[in-house]
DNA sequence: TTACTTTTTCTAACAGTGTTAGCAAAGATA
DNA sequence: TATCTTTGCTAACACTGTTAGAAAAAGTAA
């Protein structure tokens, strides 16, 4: 009999319109806005029924987040695919991450979690530039001494701020507390390799 | 007349106890369950008074944002009066940085928005391992026929995907558009440097 | 077709959230 | 003492996630 194929189906069609819903509404307003009510509008059903497809909110958002990784991965794929070197596939790879950050924001945030406090306030800290020129003065001293003076201190700035922050988020995230050793490690590989970076 | 004083500085007082019981509830439940009627319970007043002295709850956790970087900074102040050379204060800020993220994971948190649909949760993700893998490859390739065969892959990795990641989400925060080019410039910089010091 | 069972769907509620209008009480001034 | 200003509160509005329990629909068996 058809009928618990039908079933199955329908099912799976319901999971997937709420998440297409979930998705348009992420789009549309920011993952912070979404809700299971506005949700369950958008598929012209009641709110209990999305409950019968997914434990909670966050199981969803989760859904999402995975979907994003999904489409990441294939992205990097085709880097990959596009390029011969070893070389070569490692920049076609950061480009297409990088690209992929910013051709789908929603997808990004929603996968490590950014976008609160309200990323549009953030520039209103005063402290954030008092940050930079304290690491900038060592940045500074280092490029002079070093044998390409032309450097420019904000990109290596950057670049510093960049490196950590991204360390120490993905680090935060993830509770993996056997990869402690391995992060310490990798900041100190950044670290040595950043000071070398500027000085040649 | 001193009385004009005294109400300035009740008016003052009010404000910090508010935020320092913001503050307390944070580092007790994580920022994501900071409500405006617990701060007015713990302060024993009611919930409009809140209103009175910040214009909603994001100014709150701005404030408290404004206060973890003002930390960070005196953090960094120290680390850079104890040491002599260029490199040591980058290294000393670098190290002083990591320690203030996992020192006051709270207040880091609350700096960059971080610590959503749940860090707990996001090693759930099947697809984390997929795209490890997929990075992974190019960089073994790289390695072998590199000068030093016995660097960690994994170590390299995680350097990859950390800048990256930092690169994009201290971009996606700041709106600031004339730094895109600049940001660009980091992308190149950072994968050239992570290349060549996979080589050597 | 009818009676029964299972599945699906909904209404309504609970407990919580940010925010604000409007009133009451207290404090300051004359 | 009377007036004005500041301060604080109650109560509400419009939301949020989540769930219990009733109603409706769909499937099954006689």
Redesign the interface.
């Known amino acids: 009999m058809g009928i618990a194929e039908r079933k199955k189906r329908q099912r799976e069609e319901m999971r997937t319109a709420i998440l297409e819903a979930a998705w348009q509404l992420v789009i549309q307003d920011g993952w912070q806005a979404l809700s299971i009510r506005k949700i369950a509008e958008v598929i012209e059903y009641s709110v209990p029924v999305i409950y019968d497809h997914f434990a909670n909110k966050?199981a969803i958002?989760?859904e999402l987040?995975?979907q994003g990784?999904?489409k990441?991965?294939s992205e990097?794929?085709k880097a990959?695919s596009q390029s011969a070197s070893?070389?070569q596939?490692?920049?076609a790879?950061?480009?297409a991450?990088?690209r992929f950050?910013?051709e789908n924001?929603a997808y990004?945030?929603?996968m490590?979690?950014?976008?609160?406090?309200?990323?549009?306030?953030?520039?209103?800290?005063?402290?954030?530039s008092?940050?930079s020129e304290?690491?900038l003065?060592?940045?500074k001293?280092?490029i002079a001494?070093g044998k390409n003076p032309a450097t420019?201190p904000?990109?290596?700035l950057?670049?510093?701020?960049?490196?950590?922050?991204?360390?120490?988020?993905?680090?935060?995230?993830?509770?993996?507390e056997s990869k402690e050793e391995?992060?310490l490690?990798?900041?100190k590989?950044?670290?040595a390799?950043?000071?070398s970076?500027i000085k040649s």
Chains 1, 2 share one sequence.
Request: proline share 3%; aromatic share 14%; charged share 10%.
């Open positions: 966050e958002l989760l987040t995975r990784f999904q990441l991965n990097l794929v990959i070893p070389e596939q490692i920049e790879m950061a480009y991450y990088w950050a910013f924001t990004y945030q929603v490590y979690g950014l976008g609160i406090p309200s990323c549009e306030t953030v520039n209103q800290i005063s402290e954030l008092t940050f304290l690491v003065q060592p940045v001293q280092l001494a420019d904000f990109l290596k950057h670049t510093f701020w960049s490196m950590l922050h991204g360390l120490i988020s993905i680090n935060i995230m993830s509770v993996n391995l992060n490690m990798v900041l590989d950044f670290i390799g950043f000071i970076g």
